[in-house]
T-cell receptor
C-alpha cells in the first residue's frame, strides 16, 4: 500500500524565519514520483516540484529547497526567510508505478501561517 | 498551451437535489482525467479517474458517479445529494504517462 504522512498539521512562524515541512512516504514501487503542491486560501493547487525516485539530488529554487532521502523515505520542503505570502496549506504527494492507474496519493497537508 | 476549466466555482444545493459538475481540458488529446474531493479543508481524496472516453474507475464507493462523454470532458454527478457530499471538488488531468498533474480551480460545494 502507498501512503504519505505529513505529521505536522499546522505550523506558525514569524516572517523571515526558516521553516521545514516534513513528508514521509511508503511505497513498494521502485519507480515513483514525489510532488509538493501549495494550496493558498483561494483553493487552487499550485504545483511546486516533482522528483523521481532515481534522482536524489536536492533542489533549490529561490527560497524553496527540497531534501529527498530514499534511505529514510522522506521528501522534506524548506522555505528560507519565510514571507506572509507563503501562508498556505502544503501537500506532499506520491505517484507510484505499480499500483492503481492514475492514483496520486496525497498527505493530509500542513497548514503554514507566516505572521508579519 | 493546455488549460483546464472547472465550473461552477461555488455551489449551494439542498439535500436530495441532483448535482452536475463539469470539467474540460483544452490543448491536449486523450488526457487522463481525475476527480478529487477535499473535505473539511484538508486531505485530498481521489474519487474517480478516467483513461479514455467511457472508461471510469471509482476509488471510493459513494453517492457520486462520473462520466466522460467526450475525450476532454469529465462530469461528476449525483442523483441525490447528502450533507456529507459537501466539500471542495478538484478536477485534474495528466498526460498518458501520468507523471505531471494539473488541477482546475475547484468547486466549493455546500449541501444544506
Amino acid at each position: 500500500a502507498q501512503k504519505v504522512t505529513q505529521a505536522q498539521t499546522e505550523i506558525s512562524v514569524v516572517e523571515k524565519e526558516d521553516v521545514t515541512l516534513d513528508c514521509v512516504y511508503e511505497t513498494r514501487d521502485t519507480t515513483y514520483y514525489l510532488f509538493w503542491y501549495k494550496q493558498p486560501p483561494s483553493g487552487e493547487l499550485v504545483f511546486l516540484i516533482r522528483r523521481n525516485s532515481f534522482d536524489e539530488q536536492n533542489e533549490i529554487s529561490g527560497r524553496y529547497s527540497w531534501n529527498f532521502q530514499k534511505s529514510t523515505s522522506s521528501f522534506n520542503f524548506t522555505i528560507t526567510a519565510s514571507q506572509v505570502v507563503d501562508s498556505a496549506v502544503y501537500f506532499c504527494a506520491l505517484r507510484g508505478f505499480g499500483g492503481s492507474q492514475g492514483n496520486l496519493i496525497f498527505g493530509k497537508g500542513t497548514k503554514l501561517s507566516v505572521k508579519p | 498551451s493546455q488549460t483546464i476549466h472547472q465550473w461552477p466555482a461555488t455551489l449551494v444545493q439542498p439535500v436530495g437535489s441532483p448535482l452536475s459538475l463539469e470539467c474540460t481540458v483544452e490543448g491536449t488529446s486523450n488526457p487522463n482525467l481525475y476527480w478529487y474531493r477535499q473535505a473539511a479543508g484538508r486531505g485530498l481524496q481521489l474519487l474517480f479517474y478516467s483513461v479514455g472516453i467511457g472508461q471510469i474507475s471509482s476509488e471510493v464507493p459513494q453517492n457520486l458517479s462520473a462520466s466522460r462523454p467526450q475525450d476532454r470532458q469529465f462530469i461528476l454527478s449525483s442523483k441525490k445529494l447528502l450533507l456529507s457530499d459537501s466539500g471542495f471538488y478538484l478536477c485534474a488531468w495528466s498526460a498518458g504517462t501520468g507523471i505531471g498533474y494539473t488541477f482546475g480551480s475547484g468547486t466549493r460545494l455546500t449541501v444544506v
